[in-house]
């Protein structure tokens, strides 16, 4: 059997955490300074192995603009019962989250997402909300991303929002957070300003526009754009406090 090597469960875990990743996102994050022959090589031995499987997809198309996206990886059965096995203290999903084609663009780029928290908030866990999209699983509100403090039962959902939803969609979403005792902080991530102005209408019953930013309670904004920028100088809000980036003031 292949001798796994730190650096493979390193990979192993990120697959599991985001249920996918694109091989841009595999040599980025983990084979850092690696030629991309030394990189191929290791994931066709880990895909021989029966631990990891590709999925050749080239080219998608996102909002009338094609991105080259090529192939993507995710663990196999096999993968993730070797990493139950390695992290027994752990209640592992074992079966393999499949991967959706019409919402590829938006799930890679949570994959990013889950990365900057990571940065953003180093003693907190963040894992893919599709982990718990089964049917036992008695949470209502599914997040994009879940991130978990330490010795603590609280927990953070953030929402990638692409795409502007319904009126009533995000009214029902919204109800089911502010019930959701669990999630004690909520971080919706916009791409455009409008979808941002939408969800803190709908929240504090006034029209939000320009600089108006009521307070909007456990629900803190950032536009995309700005997120991925410097790490120190980002501004997580929520109308009246902003997340302290790095310092930890949430989960600790």
Known sequence: MLKLTQRDWLLIEGLYANTMMSFKQIAMFYFDERSKSTIH?????????????????????????ETEIGVVFSLTKLG?????????????????????????YHDLLLVDVTKKMECIFPKMSFVSGKLLGLPSQKMKR????????QETEKMMAIELELTAKSEKRYRQILTEYRIAQEFEKVIYITSHVS????????????????????????FYFSALNDFFKDTANLNLTNGTENLSPVKETLYV
Request: aromatic share 2%; proline share 6%.
């Open 41 to 65: 090589n290791r994931l066709t031995q880990l895909e021989q192995g029966g631990i990891i499987k590709r999925f050749k997809m080239g080219r998608i198309l996102h909002h009338l603009r």
């Open 80 to 104: 993730l019962t070797l990493l139950q096995a390695k992290t027994p203290d752990r209640s592992l999903r074992i079966e393999p989250v499949p991967i959706n084609t019409s919402t590829l």
């Open 195 to 218: 979808i941002e102005e939408k969800i803190r209408s709908l929240l504090t019953h006034k029209k939000v526009d320009g600089f108006a930013r009521p307070g909007t309670g456990k």
């Open 142 to 149: 599914i997040p994009d991303i879940i991130g978990h403090g």
